[in-house]
């Protein structure tokens, strides 16, 4: 595995971790709105980590020693509900890439859907309970099908955003949302939000 490997993938990883920093206002606002109002200063200050620790991220070997470590950082770092939901993801990545030192689009997608795969097994959430699960699904599901490298990612990043802005008409059925029921319909989840956000940024960082 080459070193400049890890390197660019933690110039994506710090591009999405920026667009996150910046998004803490909206997050904030949405999650007052239908949650506990932490969500913008959970995610801010797992970006802040991800920064942090960035040179010691970026000298790890190959992709799944570099998605382990990152793991680590997130479970840490990360409070509320997400942390250990984000980690678990990236958990699930690295596990999906270990063997995998050069990991193309085939690979990044696959590991994507497992990583995808256990948040769902360890939050217990499916597609309509809005949460992150509603973004995530679409979004990794577009990540397998789209035809380039570069439209993978935009066709994610839209995916993510159209499942995020459906679940504003939904009942909320699982974490803090659910305890609002029918009065949370009309906000989007501000965990589905957060991961349109951070495909943006990554398609943005990554197709130029
Ligand atoms: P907390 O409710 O602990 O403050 P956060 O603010 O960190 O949690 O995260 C809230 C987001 O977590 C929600 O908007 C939703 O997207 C997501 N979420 C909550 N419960 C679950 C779950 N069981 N599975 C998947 N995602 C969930
Ligand atoms: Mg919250
Ligand atoms: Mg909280």
């Known amino acids: 595995a080459s070193a400049s490997e890890v390197v660019l993938l933690h110039a994506a990883v710090a591009a ?28 801010a200050r797992g970006a802040a980590a991800v920064r942090a620790a960035g040179e010691r991220l970026a000298g790890l070997p190959d992709p799944a020693a570099y998605l382990r470590a990152l793991s680590e950082v997130l479970r840490r770092e ?30 990044w997608a696959e590991a994507a859907a497992h990583g995808v795969a256990r948040v769902r097994r360890v939050g217990g959430a499916a597609p309509g309970d809005s949460t992150m699960v509603d973004a995530l699904v679409p979004g990794v599901a577009a990540l397998a099908a789209a035809a380039g490298p570069r439209e993978r990612l935009a066709a994610a990043a839209a995916a993510a955003r159209a499942g995020a802005e459906a679940t504003a008409a939904l009942t909320p059925s699982l974490g803090r949302s659910s305890y609002l029921g029918e009065r949370a319909v009309g906000v989007p989840d501000p965990g589905a939000v957060a991961v349109a956000i951070q495909l943006e940024a990554l398609a943005a960082h990554l197709g130029g």
Request: charged residues 20%; without cysteine; glycine residues 18%.
């Open 16 to 43: 999405l971790a920026q667009a996150l920093g910046d998004a803490e206002p909206e997050l904030s606002a949405l999650d007052r709105r239908v949650g506990d109002g932490d969500l913008g200063i959970n995610l």
């Open 78 to 107: 990360i409070g509320g509900t997400s942390g250990p939901l984000y980690s678990t993801l990236v958990l699930g990545l690295a596990e999906s890439l270990r063997g995998v030192p050069h990991p193309g689009p085939q690979e």
